[in-house]
């Protein structure tokens, strides 16, 4: 089956405690991205990937890292979670860098820092 | 630059009701338009799209029509089920082709 699994479903941490979600896709998508949900803001871009070891920062990256070694996983690396990174959190892929085709989301990563 | 807005929720409806969720849009040249759902607790799911001015599309009973004039992709179902409660989100493609542009979301919520 075609997806975009995120693991872990649900994660609470400490301020400043590294952790890192993990993104895979098995459809040889090109592009990924990690976007974050957030009550009346909806959903922004936190950084994305046109291939591999190519990645770049969306519109809130600030306090995120990402890499691209291999073309199916992105993993999104928070180095010293704050409490404002508390969010859901999505990964997206699609089959090429070109806007008009659809994005694929995993089911999310629900995200509590303390 | 470019965004997307839509009504806001939550919309509540009974079984069978006729449903429209506004959507309008700002834009440089002529993007693809999508409505993408939210079902509790999973990720977003592509609901229909439409890629030129005029284009219809349509899935699940659902149908959006691009409209150049109005610059507008409103979501309508003729009839809709308990099973259509979702958050409901347009969107368009950033103008380097990079990101996906969300409205905030429409909350549905369709009672028996």
């Known amino acids: 089956e075609a997806q975009v699994t995120q693991n872990p479903r649900y994660l609470i941490t400490v301020t400043g405690k590294k952790l890192t979600v993990t993104c895979s896709q098995n459809?040889?998508?090109?592009?990924m991205s990690w976007y974050r949900q957030d009550p009346g803001l909806g959903l922004r871009q936190i950084y994305y990937?046109?291939?591999?070891?190519?990645?770049d920062k969306g519109d809130v990256p600030e306090g995120y890292k990402v890499s691209r070694k291999e073309k199916r996983n992105f993993p999104l690396i928070l180095e010293s979670p704050s409490p404002n990174q508390t969010s859901l959190y999505f990964c997206?892929?699609?089959?090429?860098?070109?806007?008009?085709?659809?994005?694929?989301f995993g089911n999310g990563t629900r995200l509590t820092v303390t | 630059g470019d965004s997307v807005t839509q009504m806001e929720g939550p919309v509540t409806l009974s079984e069978e009701a006729f449903l429209t969720i506004n959507c309008t849009y700002t834009a440089t040249g002529y993007p693809s338009l999508f409505w993408y759902v939210q079902y509790p607790g999973e990720g977003l799911q592509l609901l229909l799209k439409a890629t030129k001015a005029d284009d219809k599309g349509s899935n699940k009973g659902f149908e959006a029509t691009y409209r150049k004039e109005t610059t507008s992709f409103h979501l309508e179902k003729g009839s809709v089920q308990v099973s259509d409660s979702a958050v409901y989100f347009c969107?368009?493609?950033?103008?380097?082709?990079?990101?996906?542009?969300f409205g905030k979301g429409t909350t549905l919520s369709v009672s028996s």
């Open positions: 969107a368009l493609p950033n103008q380097a082709g990079t990101a996906l542009i």
């Open positions: 459809m040889n998508h090109e592009y």
């Open positions: 997206a892929s699609r089959i090429t860098g070109i806007g008009n085709s659809p994005l694929h």
């Open positions: 990937s046109m291939n591999v070891e190519v990645t």
